[in-house]
C-alpha cells in the first residue's frame, strides 16, 4: 500500500472514531489531509471503499495475531483440530498481545473507539462489534476452554470470567493517565487465570 493510501486509511478512520461513521464526509478526510476530494478519489472510489479496506486490515491482522501465537486461526467448525491442546503459555501470549493491540496500537484502537459508537447507530456496526470485541473473541475462548471442559456450558461461563474483565479494562485504558498501570493489571488478570484454570483442570 502506498504512504497516501495508508495516510488516508488512518485519517479517516481517526475521524471515524471520534465522530462517527455516518458524520464523517470525503471533504473533511481529504480537508485534515490537506488534499483535494479529486486527489483522494485517485485511491479510493469513495467513504465506502475506504472502509471497506480499513476493515480487510483488521480481519487480516485478525488471522496473522492468532497465527503468531500458534493460536487456533478458523472458527472450530472449520478447523476443530486447531482447538485441542492450545497450550497456557499460548494463550496467554496471546490475550496479551490481543490487549495491547486493542489499546496500545492506534489503528486498532480507533476501530475501536469507532464500532463502540457506531454500535448503535447501524445494524453492520453492530455485527462488526460483536464479531471483533464482543461475542466473537467470547465463543472464542469459549471453545478454547471447551477442550479443557468438555461441556459447553461451563466452558462459556470461564470464557465469560475470563474475557469480561477486558471491557472494564478497555475503559480504564482509555481514561487513565498511567496506561502502563491497566497494562500492567491486564497481564496480571491473564497470568492469575489461565495458570489457574490450567492448574486446576490438570488436578480434576
Known sequence: MSDTKEKILRTALNLFAKDGYEAVSVSMIAGKL??????????????RDIFDSIIER??????????????????????PGAYKNTSADSIIAYSKAQFRYWTQDKFSSDFRRMLTLEQYRSTEMLKLYQQYLSGGP????????????????????????FYGPFFLLYSVYDAEEDKAKVIETADKHIESFISRLFSETKKG
Not at 34 to 47: C, E, V
Open 58 to 79: 483488521m480481519s487480516k491482522a485478525d488471522y496473522e495475531n492468532a497465527k503468531e501465537h500458534e493460536m487456533p486461526e478458523e472458527s472450530i467448525e472449520f478447523a
Open 138 to 161: 467470547l465463543i472464542y475462548m469459549a471453545d478454547i476452554f471447551g477442550e479443557l471442559y468438555g461441556s459447553k456450558q461451563e466452558a462459556m461461563q470461564t470464557a465469560l470470567e
Open 34 to 47: 490537506g488534499m483535494t476530494k479529486g486527489a483522494l478519489y485517485k485511491h479510493f472510489k469513495n467513504k
